[in-house]
């Protein structure tokens, strides 16, 4: 142990210099105007100290109304860097006027004690879904099963609303519940396109670490079960909020997290239904054909069996290395073709922009169809 602690000090030593830290970059301001704004948040242009203007994004239920004119603190870091979707700075208080109490005093459990986001200066106390002084309580106490509820799970955000086009081109009065992990986007109202959405699905769960859903859920396991037996969806659809964070590593991705969906989905008796990222536009090698995320969660951290869903009507050179990559995922999971007529129509009629990285359906086309079929396939488990 001491050689191995002796090792570990020269190395830190050789790294003089850098700050093995958590870095954040504050700035203050004052509001100068207010922009868009969407279920749960508002942006903003503030004049910062330091000089010069920046966009800002303030969550009002955290941190009250801003309004031209108010002092604001921000934390700054991921806009500085060029990280993170969106490129805002995030309001961390509007110190001269703070939000009030909420109407029910926190003191006592009775307005729910389910704490997201831990620990963290920003930590909000939320009522769980599934906690005791919840309406649901009695109802997920004694849930068990999903009842065969098909669920699709996908890596990325951007899949949502191409999944709930497929779903809606072969059943439009299907009840939708989407369930929102958190790898990326802790705030459900950083998502412009869930506050789109709102009208197409019976809820949102967040689970996890997340928050800001129509329900808050504790695990993704109470989740699952409070959209079948509280929401009462046909289908439901998980995937991480805005923000999927990347190494270009096989492990270090929080889409990873997608294989251990699909272990929950079955462990509770549900259907798992895999979307496929699936490209032949994005310049990185390691996401052309199916995308490594998928071939890691669905191939090494997914241990139950899950319906993997291909579109028919691929390009046949895309097609031939999709068929390739999955080929060492047939004995693990059931590999379908998914017809696709219609879909790109449903694409065309979503109600919300589709975008992945900064593309569009043209640019990303096989992407967006990949996981409309994944919703598709979905629909027809309703039969």
């Given amino acids: 142990m001491q050689d191995l602690q002796g090792v570990w000090r020269a190395a830190r030593a050789e790294e003089e ?7 954040v970059r504050w700035r203050a301001g004052v509001v100068a105007g207010l922009r868009r704004r969407w279920t749960g948040a508002v942006e903003l242009d503030v004049d910062v100290t330091e000089g010069g203007t920046m966009r800002a994004l303030a969550y009002p239920e955290l941190v009250g109304e801003p309004e031209v004119g108010d002092r604001v ?3 700054a870091g991921a806009l500085l860097m060029g990280l993170g979707t969106g490129g805002y700075a ?8 703070l939000p009030p109490d909420p109407p029910q005093a926190l003191d006592s459990r009775d307005a729910g004690h389910l704490v997201k986001a831990r620990y963290t200066p920003l930590q909000p106390i939320l009522l769980g879904v599934d906690e005791e002084a919840s309406p649901h309580h009695r109802v997920l106490a004694a849930a068990e099963d999903l009842a065969g509820l098909p669920v699709v799970t996908a890596d990325l955000h951007s899949a949502l609303p191409a999944i709930l086009a497929g779903i809606r081109a072969d059943a439009p009065h299907a009840r939708v519940a989407y369930l ?12 412009r ?13 967040s689970v996890g670490q997340a928050f800001g859903g129509d329900l808050e859920a504790s695990t993704l396991h109470s989740g699952l079960l409070a959209a079948r037996h509280v929401l009462r ?7 991480q909020g805005p923000g999927n964070l990347g190494t270009g590593t096989r492990w270090g991705f929080s889409g990873v997290a997608v294989g251990e969906a699909v272990n929950a989905v079955a462990t509770l008796g549900g259907r798992p239904v895999g979307s496929l990222r ?16 998928s071939l890691t969660a669905y191939g090494r951290v997914a241990l139950a069996r899950a319906e993997l869903v291909v579109p028919d009507c691929l390009d046949p050179a895309l097609a031939a290395e999709v068929d390739a990559a999955l080929a060492p995922l047939a004995g693990r999971h059931a590999v379908l073709r998914v017809h696709t007529a219609g879909l790109d129509a449903a694409l065309r009629r979503s109600p919300v922009p589709l975008s992945t990285m900064g593309r569009g359906l043209d640019a990303d086309h096989a992407y967006f169809l990949a996981a409309a079929a994944a919703g598709r396939h979905a629909a027809s488990l309703l039969a």
């Fill in 17 to 23: 210099g850098v700050a093995w830290r958590v870095v």
């Fill in 193 to 205: 396109t869930l506050a789109g959405l709102r009208d197409e699905l019976v809820g949102t769960i």
């Fill in 73 to 75: 603190l921000l934390n």
């Fill in 180 to 191: 929102l992990t958190d790898g990326g986007a802790l705030p459900a109202w950083f998502s």
């Fill in 278 to 293: 699936i490209s032949a536009a994005d310049p990185r090698p390691r996401h052309r054909g199916v995308s490594h995320h």
């Fill in 90 to 97: 995030l309001v961390v208080a509007l110190p001269d006027r």
């Fill in 233 to 239: 969806a046909d289908v439901a659809v998980v995937a």
